[in-house]
């Protein structure tokens, strides 16, 4: 189905800022529920955010205020805005999707989504 593919990763200190964008291919974008995780070596893959078809979204405690997703149906793409870096938001950032008929609708784990990028690093340093 979907093909998902990220970019905007990069290394960055501390307190800093960065975009990560996921490119969806397909007509029907609209009608996926998206998500991002997060994986930092050694560790499992964890929850960072979801958004609805709607525009509804969530985010997981450690990430909620610096972290943001968004979407753009009109582009087929999923943002995740970081800003104020920490060391901790190390690791490979991963976008996610999945049909639900749901406009509402946030799923927040990975047995969840059906479609996956093959991610992006994300390097804070202190």
């Known amino acids: 189905q979907v093909q998902l593919v990220e970019s905007g990763g990069g290394s960055v200190q501390a307190g800093g800022s960065l975009r990560l964008s996921c490119a969806a291919s397909?007509?029907?974008?609209?009608?996926?529920?998206m998500g991002w995780f997060r994986q930092a070596p050694g560790k499992e893959r964890e929850f960072v955010a979801a958004i609805s078809r709607s525009g509804r979204d969530t985010s997981a405690d450690s990430v909620r205020g610096r972290l943001t997703i968004s979407r753009d149906n009109a582009k087929n793409m999923v943002y995740l805005q970081m800003n104020n870096l920490k060391p901790e938001d190390t690791g490979s950032y991963y976008c996610?999707?999945?049909?639900?008929?749901?406009?509402?609708?946030?799923?927040?784990?990975?047995?969840?989504?059906?479609?996956w990028g093959q991610g992006t690093q994300v390097t804070v340093s202190s």
């Open positions: 397909g007509r029907t974008f609209s009608s996926y529920a």
């Open positions: 996610a999707a999945t049909p639900v008929n749901s406009l509402s609708l946030l799923l927040t784990t990975t047995r969840e989504y059906d479609a």
